[in-house]
């Protein structure tokens, strides 16, 4: 059975590496790795293949940065060279990132089976990049493996046949599972002249948030406003730094810094007081670690960690912000717990299912 699985950003291979394990640990699948070139910064890709010991690519389509239309085009076009070269039983993608996407229409219009790990999550905000992708990725995927039984109940409302959905839980859990005990060695909070328990951690990076200056403006000021109260970290993705050098927004109260790697980023979550964010992932990793957390959205495709989890949605409204933290440094602290299939076996349970399903 040949596989090919692709991935191109940083969740992705924070979502691949124990799928990837699994399946090459088997003797009867043939694998082949394609990374789009979607992030190539040394921080956001060769240090996760290192740090989460994913093998070497054996393709590199180099596709970079663009508009949505020039880096899915540059990735539909790379990846239909490599079908040819490579005709597969399955092509696997993770996610829902522009190469999520753009991999999974190539493979289908070349009628190979397609399997989209990570199905079934709407945000219902058609304004997102991720939501167009993930609806158009999940419509035409022959094996659609869920993270929560709401996100298999979304694709059955949408129509698609219960045969094809595999609640597996979630993948990125996985990883840190996984690399947990390592993480909890680091004190990467040193690095920043912080202390356990004693700070918050940032990440924004969503264009509705980031690239619209008069909010990344009050944002900043809002996280000053924190600062003052508790010390922030905040570890900017590469648009937001570009976005904050064009907005003059670099120089503040605040710590602004650069990403991190994996293991450093875990261990900053674990040790943070709380953290703010607008990523997907990190919303799931701070419930599974049992960490507050404020999610600068106003919706999330991620409910359980609301709802089950120590994730409050607090809108995008700077103000409210601030006052949330507030709450949080007054001693107001959302507990919460584990969804069910958050245990680091999603990628065996892919695994078997996938090869089941291919074989037959
Ligand atoms: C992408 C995903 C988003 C995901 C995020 C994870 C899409 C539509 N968006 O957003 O879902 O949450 O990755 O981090 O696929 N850049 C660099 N170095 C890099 C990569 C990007 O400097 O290695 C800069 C470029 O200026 C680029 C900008 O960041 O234009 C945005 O990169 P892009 O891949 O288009 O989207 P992300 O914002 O990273
Ligand atoms: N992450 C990281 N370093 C950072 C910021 C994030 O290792 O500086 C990790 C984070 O812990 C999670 C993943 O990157 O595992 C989430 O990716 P991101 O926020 O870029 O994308 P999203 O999940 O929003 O799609």
């Given at each position: 059975?040949?596989?090919?699985?692709?991935?191109?950003?940083?969740p992705?291979?924070v979502?691949?590496?124990?799928?990837?394990?699994?399946?090459?640990?088997?003797?009867?699948?043939?694998?082949?790795?394609?990374?789009?070139?979607?992030?190539?910064?040394?921080?956001?890709?060769?240090?996760f293949f290192?740090q989460?010991?994913?093998?070497?690519?054996?393709v590199?389509?180099?596709?970079?940065?663009g508009?949505?239309?020039e880096?899915?085009?540059?990735?539909?076009?790379?990846?239909?060279?490599v079908?040819r070269q490579?005709p597969?039983d399955?092509v696997?993608v993770?996610?829902d990132?522009n190469?999520?996407?753009?991999?999974?229409?190539?493979?289908?219009?070349?009628r190979?089976?397609?399997a989209?790990?990570?199905?079934?999550?709407?945000?219902?905000?058609?304004?997102?990049?991720?939501?167009?992708?993930?609806?158009?990725?999940?419509?035409?995927?022959?094996?659609?493996?869920?993270?929560?039984?709401?996100?298999s109940?979304?694709?059955?409302r949408?129509?698609?046949a219960?045969?094809?959905?595999?609640?597996?839980?979630n993948?990125?859990?996985?990883?840190?599972?996984?690399?947990k005990?390592?993480?909890?060695?680091?004190r990467?909070?040193?690095?920043?002249?912080?202390?356990?328990?004693?700070?918050?951690?940032?990440?924004?990076?969503?264009?509705?948030?980031?690239?619209?200056p008069?909010?990344l403006?009050?944002?900043?000021?809002?996280l000053?406003?924190?600062?003052?109260?508790?010390?922030?970290?905040?570890?900017?993705h590469?648009?937001?730094?570009?976005q904050?050098?064009?907005?003059?927004?670099t120089?503040?109260?605040?710590?602004?810094?650069?990403?991190?790697?994996?293991?450093?980023?875990?261990?900053?979550?674990?040790?943070?007081k709380f953290?703010?964010?607008?990523?997907g992932?990190?919303?799931?990793e701070?419930?599974?670690?049992g960490?507050?957390?404020l999610?600068?959205?106003?919706n999330?495709?991620?409910?359980?960690?609301t709802?089950?989890?120590?994730?409050?949605?607090?809108?995008?409204?700077?103000?409210?912000?601030?006052?949330?933290c507030?709450?949080?440094?007054?001693?107001h602290?959302?507990?919460?717990?584990?969804?069910?299939?958050?245990?680091g076996?999603?990628?065996?349970?892919i695994?078997?299912?996938?090869?089941?399903?291919?074989?037959?």
């Amino acid at each position: 059975m040949k596989f090919i699985t692709v991935v191109g950003a940083r969740p992705n291979f924070v979502k691949i590496a124990s799928f990837l394990q699994e399946l090459e640990a088997r003797s009867d699948t043939q694998s082949v790795l394609v990374h789009t070139g979607q992030h190539y910064d040394p921080t956001l890709s060769d240090l996760f293949f290192e740090q989460l010991s994913i093998r070497k690519p054996d393709v590199n389509l180099g596709v970079g940065s663009g508009s949505h239309a020039e880096q899915t085009a540059r990735v539909m076009t790379g990846f239909d060279t490599v079908l040819r070269q490579h005709p597969a039983d399955c092509v696997v993608v993770v996610g829902d990132v522009n190469s999520t996407m753009a991999c999974a229409i190539t493979a289908k219009k070349m009628r190979m089976k397609v399997a989209h790990i990570e199905s079934g999550l709407r945000s219902g905000d058609m304004s997102m990049p991720e939501e167009i992708n993930r609806l158009a990725t999940d419509v035409i995927s022959d094996y659609l493996f869920t993270t929560t039984a709401k996100a298999s109940e979304n694709l059955l409302r949408e129509g698609i046949a219960p045969g094809r959905i595999f609640l597996v839980g979630n993948i990125m859990i996985d990883s840190l599972v996984r690399n947990k005990a390592r993480a909890e060695q680091l004190r990467s909070f040193n690095q920043y002249g912080l202390k356990p328990g004693k700070y918050a951690l940032v990440t924004l990076h969503r264009p509705s948030n980031v690239d619209d200056p008069v909010l990344l403006k009050n944002i900043s000021r809002s996280l000053e406003k924190i600062h003052a109260e508790c010390p922030v970290l905040f570890l900017a993705h590469p648009r937001t730094q570009i976005q904050l050098r064009q907005a003059g927004l670099t120089s503040s109260s605040y710590q602004l810094a650069n990403p991190v790697g994996y293991l450093e980023m875990i261990n900053l979550q674990m040790n943070a007081k709380f953290v703010i964010t607008d990523s997907g992932g990190v919303q799931e990793e701070t419930t599974v670690l049992g960490i507050p957390c404020l999610t600068f959205r106003d919706n999330t495709e991620r409910p359980e960690t609301t709802r089950l989890g120590t994730n409050i949605l607090v809108g995008t409204n700077p103000a409210r912000l601030v006052e949330e933290c507030a709450k949080i440094i007054a001693g107001h602290i959302k507990t919460g717990q584990v969804p069910e299939l958050w245990d680091g076996q999603t990628g065996r349970r892919i695994v078997q299912i996938l090869c089941e399903k291919i074989k037959n």
